[in-house]
């Protein structure tokens, strides 16, 4: 399965998750294009982890055949097959069993700490473009 690049919207219906985005993100102290960066980039971020929940549930002979239903088992054989020397750190966290708790190919955690990760990051810049001595309220 492919997944389709990403093409800018051109209609003003797909383009109101945009609006409502910034809108969001008034009173920030961001600046117009920091607004579009920060809604794309959690955007992405969303997109990505549904495109690869999409191909990874949509029936791959190869994971089929090795009798992998989730992440879990994924991580199981890539402990198995990955040469340590070649993939030190991928090898190490592998084994160590970083995949091992994931119902099928999801895990609500994962997708939860990827995007506080983002969140925190955006609270950083907002804290950085806020004028000395606001500090956002606290």
Do not use: C
């Not at 995949?99 to 810049?125: K, S």
Request: charged residues 25%; glycine residues 14%; aromatic residues 6%.
């Amino acid at each position: 399965m492919s997944v389709a690049a990403p093409v800018p919207p051109m209609g003003p219906r797909r383009l109101l998750w945009l609006d409502r985005a910034l809108a969001s993100l008034d009173g920030t102290g961001l600046d117009d294009g920091e607004k579009i960066n920060v809604a794309s980039t959690l955007t992405g971020y969303a997109l990505t982890d549904a495109a690869l929940l999409h191909a990874v549930a949509g029936g791959d002979p190869q994971t089929e055949e090795a009798g992998i239903k989730g992440a879990a088992d994924y991580g199981e054989v890539l402990a198995e097959v990955l040469d340590p020397e070649a993939y030190p750190a991928l090898s190490a966290a592998m084994r160590s069993g970083a995949m091992r708790g994931a119902e099928g190919w999801v895990d609500d955690g994962d997708f939860v700490f990827g995007l506080d990760l983002l969140l925190d990051g955006v609270e950083a810049l907002i804290r950085r473009r806020a004028p000395k001595g606001d500090v956002g309220g606290e």
